[in-house]
């Protein structure tokens, strides 16, 4: 209660140190500025950070990292904010030495983030922008035929779906394949064999590479699970498997999935994340044949961000009242 207290008193600085991505102007800081003194900055320099979060006491940020330097320099931090569920990029066990709390949005993604991984999937399957587009230049205009295809045509129905990392974002991945007829492989350190259907089984992670004809990643970003996508478990897959991540780069050798995509181990592969973002020029995906890459997007609908606005906001009404929540580093 001491921060509420503290607030009937003083007016509480708030930064928000890379905000255009979460709001490009769509959605409203208001939830925000009923607290306090709010400056929001669309994007800033590592250089500019300790400067921009001056004297403020609330800071959230989505991929601005908050260092022990940057704690050290900025003594007034009293709650951090990430904008994003992954939070590795504020130093927690340093914050949690001073006693600042550092929260993250679990949950805001799970159904958009589902949606865009089984879009890819179906962009793997029929290349409908490909095609699109090869109508436009006059393509069908100029066949002799009444239809053709430029790309192999793929049906799911009967498929294996593995699935690695059975969360919320998983399942419900899970829910739409098995909506378009796939049978469902789930691997994850932990299991609940009562969501065991005929078409979903939990398997050991050599099973699911050994059987799948697809491949969603949908785990952390763990010791553990970085670079699981490498070329000793590429070769336990079925030979023309497909590969979709839209959890974290570095889960995948991207040199091994090259090497596995060009030789047509596997046939083709969908990101929305890579090792290093935004994307570098020399980054050894852009030469790959098959594959589909797209700028870190699936949690983005409006909807899934206007549902990350409103957890940030409770994360510091929550915090204000000596009662926070989605706390990372307790």
């Known amino acids: 209660m001491k921060w509420a207290k503290w607030r009937m008193k003083n007016i509480m600085k708030i ?40 004297d403020a006491e609330i800071i959230f940020t989505n991929k601005t990292p908050i260092t022990k330097e940057t704690f050290d320099k900025c003594p007034s931090i009293k709650f951090v904010c990430v904008l994003a569920t992954g939070y590795n990029v504020v130093d927690t066990d340093y914050a949690k030495s001073k006693g600042i709390p550092v929260t993250n949005i679990p949950t805001y993604g799970t159904t958009a983030v589902a949606q865009f991984a089984i879009a890819l999937l179906l962009e793997l399957c029929h290349h409908v922008g490909a095609h699109s587009i090869s109508v436009q230049n006059g393509d069908w205009n100029n ?47 932990y299991t609940n064999a009562e969501m065991e259907e005929d078409n979903l089984k939990y398997v050991s992670l050599d099973e699911l590479f050994e059987k799948s004809d697809i491949i969603s990643l949908h785990c ?22 497909m590969l979709i991540n839209t959890s974290r780069g570095p889960l ?16 083709a592969a969908a990101l929305d994340v890579v090792s290093s973002e935004p994307i570098l020029s020399d980054n050894v995906l852009l ?25 940030a906001v409770d994360n510091l009404a929550t915090f204000l009242s000596g009662n926070p929540t989605n706390v990372v580093n307790k």
């Open 287 to 311: 030469q790959a044949k098959n594959c589909i890459i797209t700028p870190h997007i699936a949690w983005a609908p409006k909807e899934s961000r206007s549902r990350l606005m409103n957890i």
């Open 220 to 241: 952390p970003l763990f010791p553990s699970t970085q670079g699981i996508i490498n070329a000793r478990n590429i070769a336990k897959m079925k030979d023309g498997v």
């Open 143 to 189: 066949c002799p035929d009444f239809c053709y295809w430029k790309y192999p045509l793929v049906e799911l129905a009967g498929k294996t779906f593995g699935i690695i990392g059975f969360g919320r974002i998983g399942q419900a991945t899970a829910k739409i394949a098995q909506a378009l007829g796939m049978n469902i492989l789930a691997y994850d350190e």
């Open 15 to 54: 930064v928000v140190l890379d905000g255009y991505t979460l709001n490009p102007g769509d959605i409203s800081w208001s939830g925000l500025e009923q607290y306090g003194e709010l400056t929001v900055y669309d994007r800033i320099s590592i250089d500019e950070i300790v400067d921009r979060i001056g």
């Open 252 to 267: 995948v050798v991207e040199q091994d999935l090259v090497d596995a995509l060009n030789s047509g181990k596997i046939a």
